[in-house]
């Protein structure tokens, strides 16, 4: 069945750019039937998607998050990436990819997540 | 930006009883609504979506109601394992993205 796996640095420092990965097995990215997510939940609190990209280029982007979120994918590695820059304690969280509907009105399966840490 | 209220925060039960969840939402979403559960240190998996259908190897157990603005999460008889915190989503169509509710804990009584 189709898996996902982020994979990336568990520490970044304030104001720097936190960088994370998903591989996807099982599955092609480049199908262009699906689209690649990533949400985020800081400890004990709820679920924040962040953005998601599909393989012709489009992405979409939680207004919250725009202007320091950038997703994209590279169909050559089977792989999709996030980037947040200008990190602060407050993106510190547990980090999950997931693929997604075109309508948004699921997300189906997820990777286990990755817990990022934002400290100096 | 459509908000989803999720009701109770906490549901305490036993094993073999029924559970159900609430979810409410701020204007209409139409049939568009998902439920995930998660246990902990896990990741959420997709119960329910476009509100009534089981994902691909979910129980029977669990069954979605409900359209507009209110939606209902059912669990006829709980199972040790369903005890976890279950989220309800929904798509917003501007801007368009996903949002989620706050939770609901469900734990033994």
């Not at chain 1, 990965?21 to 949400?39: E, F, K, L, R």
């Not at chain 2, 329910?48 to 006829?76: E, H, K, Q, V």
Request: hydrophobic residues 35%; contains cysteine.
């Amino acid at each position: 069945q189709v898996q996902l796996q982020e994979s990336g640095p568990g520490l970044v420092r304030p104001s720097q750019t936190l960088s994370l990965t998903c591989t996807v097995s099982a599955a092609s990215i480049g199908s262009g039937t699906y689209y690649w997510n990533w949400i985020r939940q800081p400890a004990g609190k709820g679920l924040e998607w962040m953005g998601r990209v599909h393989t012709s280029g489009i992405t979409r982007y939680n207004p919250s998050l725009k202007s320091r979120v950038t997703i994209s994918a590279d169909t050559s590695k089977n792989q999709f990436s996030l980037k947040l820059n200008s990190v602060t304690a407050a993106d510190t969280a547990v980090y999950f990819c997931a693929r997604g509907d075109q309508m948004f009105t699921w997300l189906d399966p997820w990777g286990q997540g990755i817990l990022v840490t934002v400290s100096s | 930006e459509v908000v989803l209220t999720q009701s109770p925060a906490t549901l305490a039960l036993s094993p073999g009883e029924r559970a159900t969840l609430s979810c409410r939402a701020s204007q209409s979403v139409s049939s568009y609504l998902a439920w995930y559960q998660q246990k902990r240190g896990q990741a959420p998996r997709l119960l329910i979506y476009d509100a009534s259908n089981r994902a691909t190897g979910i129980p029977d157990r669990f069954s979605g109601s409900g359209s507009g603005t209110d939606f209902t999460l059912t669990i006829s008889t709980l199972e040790p394992e369903d005890f976890a915190v279950y989220y309800c989503q929904q798509r917003s169509d501007w801007p368009p993205m996903y949002t989620f509710g706050q939770g609901t804990k469900l734990e033994i009584k």
